[in-house]
Each structure stands twice: as C-alpha cells, then as structure tokens.
C-alpha cells in the first residue's frame, strides 16, 4: 500500500514497524463546542484509513486525546482558552463542557459510522505524564523557564520546520493569528510546555507541579497520550492539514527531544472542507453540524458518501447542492443494491477481480473515490446477484455506508406500501428523498424550500399530493 507521508511530501510504501500491527494516533477534538462537519471529514477519513489497514488484515492499535485543557484560541499560545471560552458561554463548568461536547462527538461519530478508538483518553487525566515529559524535556536542555512558564527551546533542534520551509522572520505573520507577541520566548517559534504565571489567571483547572501551580499547554498532551498508550514509536499519525503547524511540529520537536530518535514514521494529513467563505471553523461561530443536517432531513451517511466521493489530500467544497447531488447518488446506489436478490453462488474468480480494482484504488494513497467507482462497477459485472452482493457487503467493510442493511429496509417499505408499485426504484428512492428534504423544510418553517421542492418534482411529472396519511405522489403520463 502506498500512503502519502507529509513529513517527506512523497507517496511512500507503507510498511509498519512490527510486522501485521499498526499503531495510529489521532488528535482528537476540542471538546468546548459541537465538532461541525468539517472536523467530521477529518475523522470520517481517518476511520477509512483505520478501516481499510483492518482490512487488509492488520491489527490497529489507535490511540485518541481529547482535548479538554489547554488549548488556546491561537494556535501559536495566544488567546483565550478555548474551554473556558465555551463554559463562560454556557454557565457551566469546564468539565460539565467536557462532558456534555465529548458525549455529542462520539453521537456524531455513531451516526456518521466512524468507529470510536479503543483507547479515547482526555488531556486533563495525564497531568503527571505531562509533567515527566516536560521535566524530562527541561534536564535535557531543550526546555527553559521564564516569566513562571516553560518553553521549549527550538533553537536547540537541528531541523524544527518539518512540514513547512518557513523563515524564522515569517513566524510573526505565520504562526500568529494575533499580534500578541509573548516577551518570556527566546526564539519566536518556541512554544508553551507548561503555563503558570500568565494571563489566564481565571483559568479553572490547575495542577500543582515543580514550576509551581499552571496546567499544560496544547501540543505536550498528544506527545504524552501517545506515548503512554504506544510506547516511543509510532507508525502513522493523523490530524486536519491545520494541525501540521504549529501543533505536530511541536509534537515532533518535544517526542523526538525526549525519546532521542524519530518517533513517528507516516504523517496523514486531511485537507479542509471549505464553504464559499472559506475555512469551516468552530472559532468563527457559524458551523455546520451532523444534527443539523439531519434537521433538515439528510442521512448522515450522505454526508459520509459526500466525503468519500473526493480524495482526502484535496480542499472539499461544502454547499447545499453538492450535499443533494451525493443525497441522489446515495439513495439510487441502494436502490440498485434493493433490485439485486440474495441467494446461489459466489463467483470466486469475478470476486477477486472486483475486489482488485477496490483494494488497487485505496492502495493508490487511499484513493476513495476511484474505491466508489470500483463500487458502482460490481453493478455492471458478469455474474450473478449473489457475487454482487458478497462484493457490496466485502466493500462495505472500508466504506461503512450500510449499504445492505439500508437496501433491505427499502425493499421493506416498498412491500408495505403499494404506492410505489412498478415504479423504477431508483425513481422511487429519489421521490422519497425529496418527500423527507420537503417535511424537513417546512418542519424548520422554510416554505420556499418546501415549495422548491415540489416544483422540482412536478417538473419531472411528479405531482405531490399531502393527505392525513402523509405525503403522497403521482407520476403523471
Ligand atoms: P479541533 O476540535 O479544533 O481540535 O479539530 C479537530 C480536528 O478537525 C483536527 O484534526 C483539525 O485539524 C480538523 N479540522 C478543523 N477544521 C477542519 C476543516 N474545516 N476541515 C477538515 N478538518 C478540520
Ligand atoms: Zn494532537
């Protein structure tokens, strides 16, 4: 398999340290609001990643933070805390926050089919391994104390910029989302290990330790997670592009500084999904949500088929009409998997072809979309139902869009009802799509989109008919 690494921007063979075991760690999210659909995608990929390495029959070892201290507004030790932005917002403490947001992560997660690690474990029950690995960092000489908090001294690394060539000049513009500039840093581009006398004096969680009284910076709890779950090596590490600088370049610079050698070998990065305006992000206040797009009456796994429709490594663009075009695609992929009948034999040959075409995509760089093409392609196969649907439900192992148990729930309803009778099913699953979008929008008051919604039908020659039962419909013609 060949994966992408960021650390040496090349496509490189993907071979784990320890034959058949994989470990992975994950940054997982800051848990002072609802994670929005674009940190969704991050995930979304990376439960791909972890799935297909399942897959392929390697045992996954994936370790998850969650951040719940330390974590400024500006990635660059700046700023407010983020979790105690979000419990002044809400009357609530940092950890009834926690709680409350980590709870509706792991929701969101369940809905979107993203499998929750083994190991989940949040920033605030590791301080004495934050404090050994900052001690550890400070008699090695590559840690200093000034103004009450400790830094990590970039200077005292032979190469700091693994993911970006930057200028040292350019860190103020680069790393700075404020103009803040903090007096105690010898080197612009170094970086809090351990607060205690600053400005968050209002900080509410605080732990004694040998500088005196504070609580750990952003970057040290993932150095230290990692490490006390899967020891000083690391095979793949993933997070969102944002998160290469500063944040996994301060976690290469503090793990390699304590262990002495390289510590992680793959670096996968996801690209963002952006909105016409730009950037989707938790900071800026407007976001989208998993609850909401079901408010308005989408599947989540649609969501989940949008992400996997492009390829990790490129910006993805959110927009209403993108996010109905793959609602379409979806609903008419499992009403072509609701026409195929179950039972006879599975053709071994076609299988192994089928699947070829599958495991050469997501082997090209975990190439997901030319992996749904593979998908639509079983259709056309010469070969019976049953080898169809043992492909469908092989495939489905990697892409998780339920894709048979959702089919059998059509072919359930169509039995039901007799409205749908003789009506295509790839029709009838778009009908009944725009009949959800459609109770969504006026259940959210939208009677423009309701009424769009109608007259995109009835342009087809599908007239829509509300009765005491629920929505009905006729096809005209
Ligand atoms: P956070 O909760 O802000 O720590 O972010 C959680 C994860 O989402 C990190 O891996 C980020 O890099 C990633 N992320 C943040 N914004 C986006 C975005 N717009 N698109 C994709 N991933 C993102
Ligand atoms: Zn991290």
Redesign the pocket.
């Known amino acids: 398999m060949y994966l992408y690494n960021s650390a040496s921007r090349k496509k490189e063979v993907f071979t784990p340290r320890e034959e058949g075991r994989v470990t992975i760690y994950t940054?997982?999210?800051?848990v002072y609001h609802f994670?929005?659909i674009?940190?969704l995608?991050?995930?979304t990929m990376e439960d791909v990643l972890e799935k297909y390495l399942r897959y392929l029959g390697y045992d996954v070892d994936r370790v998850m933070n969650i951040?719940d201290v330390g974590?400024l507004s500006s990635d660059g030790d700046t700023g407010e805390d983020k979790m105690l932005k979000g419990a002044k917002r809400e009357h609530k403490t940092v950890m009834e926050i926690a709680q409350y947001y980590t709870d509706a992560f792991f929701a969101d997660c369940n809905k979107l089919n993203i499998r929750i690690p083994d190991t989940v474990e949040p920033a605030t029950n590791c301080v004495p391994e934050f404090i050994t690995m900052v001690s550890e960092l400070l008699e090695k000489g590559f840690a200093y104390e000034a103004g009450g908090n400790i830094y990590f001294d970039t200077s005292k690394l032979d190469k700091y910029y693994i993911f970006n060539d930057f200028e040292e000049e350019d860190l103020a513009v680069g790393v700075r989302d404020s103009v803040e500039e903090d007096g105690n840093k010898r080197n612009k581009a170094d970086f809090v290990l351990w607060f205690t006398k600053s400005k968050f004096e209002d900080q509410e969680l605080k732990w004694p330790s040998p500088w005196g009284i504070g609580y750990p910076g952003w970057h040290i709890e993932c150095s230290c997670i990692a490490r006390k779950h899967l020891g000083e090596y690391l095979d793949i590490h993933c997070?969102?592009?944002?998160?290469a600088f500063p944040h996994h370049t301060n976690e290469i610079a503090q793990s390699e500084s304590t262990f002495g050698h390289e510590w992680c070998r793959y670096w996968f990065h996801?690209?963002?999904?952006?909105t016409n305006s730009g950037?989707?992000?938790?900071s800026k206040g407007e976001f989208l949500t998993v609850s909401l797009l079901e408010e308005k009456g989408y599947d989540p796994l649609v969501y989940r088929f949008f992400c996997l429709q492009s390829h990790y490594r490129k910006n993805l663009v959110f927009s209403w009409d993108n996010l109905d075009n793959a609602r379409t695609a979806y609903n008419k992929l499992i009403a072509r998997v609701a026409q195929l009948k179950a039972g006879g034999d599975v053709d071994s040959n076609v299988f192994a072809e089928a699947k070829k075409r599958f495991t050469d995509a997501l082997d090209n760089d975990m190439n997901t979309s030319l992996a749904v093409t593979a998908l639509y392609d079983v259709f056309k196969l010469t070969a019976g139902d049953a080898t169809k649907l043992a492909l469908i439900e092989d495939f489905d192992k990697v892409l998780s869009l339920d894709l048979i148990a959702k089919a059998a729930k059509l072919n359930e309803k169509d039995e039901q009802s007799d409205e749908g009778a003789g009506v295509d099913p790839e029709l009838l699953a778009y009908i009944n799509s725009m009949i959800d979008a459609r109770r969504a929008a006026k259940k959210e008051k939208n009677f423009a989109e309701a009424d769009r919604i109608r007259d995109e039908l009835l342009a087809k020659g599908i007239t829509l008919l509300d009765t005491r039962e629920g929505t009905k419909f006729s096809i005209n013609g």
């Open positions: 940054c997982g999210p800051t994670a929005h674009g940190n995608r991050t995930y951040t974590h997070g969102g592009i944002d998160n996801v690209h963002h999904l952006n950037k989707m992000s938790k």
